[in-house]
Every structure is written in structure tokens, then in C-alpha cells.
């Protein structure tokens, strides 16, 4: 679907133009198409379990944003205008004109999905909120990717061996942590990482374990480091517009059903990120991916506190930098206020 077959599409038509309790048919965009937040969980709950769940009142036609025609970076733009009446943005596309909107998915902030669970609480109302009063978007799910982890092609036995080298990134933020341990980023899409890698224009790559899976970037590569940086969340969300002409039972069916798609997604994204270094290195507890041959780098305690100390003394810096509209306040009363924030202040 290309943006301009979206344009005509409204999503939902306003109350006025529509008998009550008329069926209505949603066109939707996903998030990445090709591996299973999208193939397991959004597409499936948009064609199959909303007009099941909603008697038939509601229906939905979904494409993933990467094969609809429309760029990742346009896609809160386009929900503000109504082009793209429902849509999943990732969150790195708001790095260039909305770094306030990132601050919960910066890499180095969360090890490990329990703390990220805490960041995520405590950022998602300023979330909502901006997103609602300055763009005309309402959120209605915030969605994981499993644990952005790093493939190497050369021996390494952690993260300071990264040094020297060029290494695929998806974001600004990345590209400051990887910069920090004095490594090349090269910023490079989702679907062209693997090309990257077979020229030879990097040698490592940050991405998902079974994303990695997916694209064959195990078989370029020959050392998998499970640290993980990010997240790379997504934010479902709707045009206001298009939101409010649905009738007040349908908005309550979609809240209370995309939570629970929503709770689906990060826990899958828990298991998933298992499941990639499992597939990756060739362990026989791998189920639904492809058994490869890949050399696990331990975590170390070293690189552990290394990742803690370039969030704090790199990746939140610049971010605070970037940002225009006070992010250091939007910070201080949002994950900067969670108990596990002392170790992760911008210091002096």
C-alpha cells in the first residue's frame, strides 16, 4: 500500500457518515514485516482476533510500513495528517525532529527487560501525553523488539574489542554508544544491513538476535555478543481524527485488546531474545529459527559497567543535546525519578 492508496483510506469513517453499529473496516500500517512481531502478533490480531472479537463489527486491513511505500521516518508525520490513519512508528525515526520522544529506548539504559519494564512505566505518560497534544496522535501501544545484540565477523571477546571497527547501527543513539567505544557506526536500514555486511562497508552489526536469524547475518558473521543495547521500540498509535469518529464501544474494545497484544509482544520479545542466541550459536533448544554455527562472547562484569558508564557519561549527554524542549526536565521527573536512576544521572 503506497502512501498516497493510504491517503484515500480513512480509517474509519466519521459517525455521522455511518449507520450505528455499521461494520467498519480499519487500514492500518505495521512495523516491520518479515519477523514475528509482525507475522505472529500484529497481523494476525488485526485480520483474524479483532473481527472475532468484535462480533464483526470491526475489520482491519494491515501492511508493514517497509513494504508499503512509506519510510519509517515519515510515519509520524503521516499519522498527523490523517494519511495513515493507524500506524506502528519506530521510535528511532523520531531521533532526528523528536529525541524527547526516544529517551526510554537510549542504548545502555537497560540491560535487561525487567529494568527496561521500570523505564517504560515511568515514560509512558509523558508519552502519551506529547504525543497527544503536540502531534494529534493518540498512542495506543508501546511494543518491544528483542534485545539489540551485536554480530561480529572478527574474534571478540567483549565489548571494548569493537574498537577499530565499522558496525552497523539503526539510530543516532547507537551511533554514540558505538562511537564512545571507538568503533565506526555506519547507520543503515533494517533491510539493507545484510548488504552492508556482504560489501565489506562494515563488519559488525546491532540488531535483533532472530532478526539476525531471519536475514542470514549469522552466516556473515562468526561472534555474537548478547549485551543488550536497546530495545528498538515502536509506538502503535492512531490520528485523532480517525480515532474519535470510531463509536466509544469500539475505542474501548481496541484499548483494552491492544494492551494485551501489547503484553504479548514484550514478552514474546523475552523469550525471543533467548531464542536468537540459541538459533545463532547452533544450541539444540532451538526451535523457530535456523540452527547456525556462531561463537558465543560472554557478558562480562566489565562489560556491563562499560555499558552503564557510556550511557552516563555519553548517550544521555548527547541526547540531552539534541534535544531542544528542556529534555533534561522531561528526564529528571520521568526514568531520571525511578529508584534506578542515581547510577545513570548526567553527573556534573
Known amino acids: 500500500m503506497s502512501a498516497s492508496a493510504s491517503a484515500s483510506a480513512s480509517g474509519a469513517q466519521p459517525r455521522a457518515g455511518r449507520q450505528p453499529g455499521a461494520p467498519v473496516r480499519l487500514r492500518v500500517v505495521g512495523g516491520l514485516g518479515g519477523i514475528s512481531p509482525y507475522t505472529r502478533f500484529e497481523q494476525p490480531f488485526w485480520t483474524t482476533e479483532l473481527p472475532r472479537l468484535s462480533g464483526g463489527r470491526l475489520s482491519a486491513d494491515i501492511v508493514p510500513f517497509d513494504r508499503a511505500g512509506i519510510p519509517g521516518v515519515e510515519m509520524l508525520r503521516l499519522l498527523q495528517l490523517g494519511v495513515v490513519p493507524f500506524g506502528t512508528a ?13 529517551a526510554v529506548d537510549l542504548p545502555g539504559l537497560s540491560g535487561d ?10 515514560f509512558r ?28 565477523k572478527r574474534p571478540m571477546k567483549g565489548l571494548e574489542d569493537l574498537a577499530g571497527r565499522r558496525v552497523r547501527v539503526s539510530s543516532p543513539a547507537q551511533a554514540d554508544f558505538i562511537a ?39 552466516s556473515l558473521t562468526h561472534y555474537l555478543h548478547p549485551l543488550p543495547l536497546n530495545w528498538g521500540m515502536a509506538v502503535f498509535g ?7 469518529a470510531l463509536a466509544p464501544e469500539d475505542r474501548n474494545l481496541l484499548r483494552t485488546e491492544l494492551a494485551r497484544l501489547e503484553a504479548a509482544i514484550w514478552d ?3 523469550r ?3 531464542e536468537g542466541v540459541a538459533c545463532n550459536t547452533g ?66
Open 283 to 348: 544450541r539444540a533448544d532451538c526451535r523457530k529459527g535456523r540452527r547456525g554455527a556462531m561463537t558465543l562472547v560472554p557478558v562480562s562484569d566489565a562489560d556491563e559497567r562499560q555499558r552503564v558508564e557510556i550511557f552516563r557519561t555519553t548517550v544521555l549527554p548527547r541526547w540531552l543535546r539534541r534535544c531542544a524542549v528542556r529534555c533534561d526536565q522531561i528526564w529528571a521527573r520521568t526514568i531520571g525519578a525511578t529508584g534506578r536512576g542515581a547510577d545513570l544521572s548526567v553527573g556534573p
Open 180 to 218: 564512545a567505544l571507538g568503533a565506526e557506526p555506519v547507520v543503515t536500514s533494517f533491510t539493507q544491513q545484510r548488504n552492508s555486511l556482504e560489501s565489506g562497508d562494515t563488519e559488525c552489526a546491532v540488531t535483533g538476535g532472530m532478526a539476525g536469524n531471519t536475514l542470514g547475518i549469522d
Open 268 to 270: 514474546s520479545a523475552m
Open 272 to 274: 525471543e531474545t533467548a
Open 238 to 244: 492512531a490520528n485523532r481524527a480517525a480515532w474519535n
Open 90 to 102: 519506530l521510535m528511532s525515526s523520531f531521533a532526528a525532529l523528536y529525541p524527547q520522544y526516544t
Open 125 to 152: 505518560p509523558y508519552l502519551e501525553q506529547a504525543l497527544r497534544q503536540e502531534q494529534g496522535v493518540e498512542m495506543l501501544a508501546l511494543y518491544i523488539y528483542p534485545a539489540q545484540i551485536t554480530f561480529c
Open 113 to 122: 527487560i525487567a529494568s527496561l519494564r521500570t523505564a517504560a512505566a515511568a
